[in-house]
């Protein structure tokens, strides 16, 4: 529902895309593309976006997102990541799914910049990291590398009738740990989470929306700054929480 927008998040979103409109391109780690190796870019010069969701209201299957794709670009993706031992293939049927499409929509609603989508694997947080740093150089190309997914996310726990419910406890405590730990780049403590956070189990179930994380924080240089971008909850205890290093 989030990418009917009109509401705080949907506007921090579209305030860090105003600031980002030079970007080259936007290369989105989804939790809905979690497959086994070889990871998998897009190489497609333009596809339908994928509603890979139901049960939805009918204005959410009559949005459209035309941004355009770039094969050249998935080729120099793919060749940095083959450079450090991450063996990459090429997708050309698969569109971007709504973890991909909902927040660029948001962030750049005019779909002129090139969105590229890439897979990730089942693998460790330490993993998951590394194949973030392989990463790295594509920003110094101006290339902005985004994870998407969510800090809490049980689903089985939402109160999808109330978007404005009180926050959990447990959620918050767990949200506002994270948020500390990526602050002060505790990097130990976040790959072991399922032991050393609160609640960790009751907001991560399953791992593919929280595993992004990992990716981004190896995509980002030790000493870059971080940004709040969004800070808040939605029915109870689905983070929101958006930020940015560097």
């Known amino acids: 529902m989030t990418a009917l927008g009109g509401d705080a998040h949907a506007a921090a979103l579209y305030a860090f895309g105003r600031k980002h409109l030079n970007a080259r391109a936007i290369l989105i780690i989804s939790a809905h593309w979690q497959v086994s190796r070889p990871l998998r870019v897009t190489a497609w010069d333009g596809m339908p976006i994928l509603y890979d969701f139901s049960g939805f209201p009918d204005e959410l299957y009559r949005i459209q997102y035309p941004a355009p794709g770039d094969p050249g670009l998935a080729a120099r993706i793919s060749s940095t990541l083959r450079a450090e031992d991450q063996d990459t293939t090429f997708d050309t049927i698969r569109g971007l799914d709504h973890g991909a499409w909902v927040p660029a929509r948001l962030a750049w609603p005019e779909g002129t910049l090139p969105v590229l989508q890439l897979s990730f694997p089942f693998n460790t947080p330490h993993e998951l990291f590394q194949m973030g740093r392989a990463l790295r150089p594509l920003r110094d190309e101006g290339i902005l590398i985004a994870g998407t997914g969510g800090i809490v996310h049980n689903l089985s726990r939402v109160r999808m009738a109330d978007k404005n419910a009180p926050v959990d406890f ?41 595993d992004p994380l990992f990716i981004t924080l190896g995509a980002a240089w030790p000493d870059d700054p971080l940004e709040t971008i969004y800070e808040g909850f939605q029915h109870g205890n689905l983070s929101m929480r958006s930020f940015s290093l560097g």
């Open 170 to 210: 447990w959620a918050a405590e767990f949200d506002t740990w994270v948020a500390e730990q990526v602050a002060a780049r505790q990097l130990e403590k976040l790959f072991d989470y399922r032991r050393t956070a609160p609640h960790a189990r009751l907001s991560v179930p399953t791992t593919e929306h929280f």
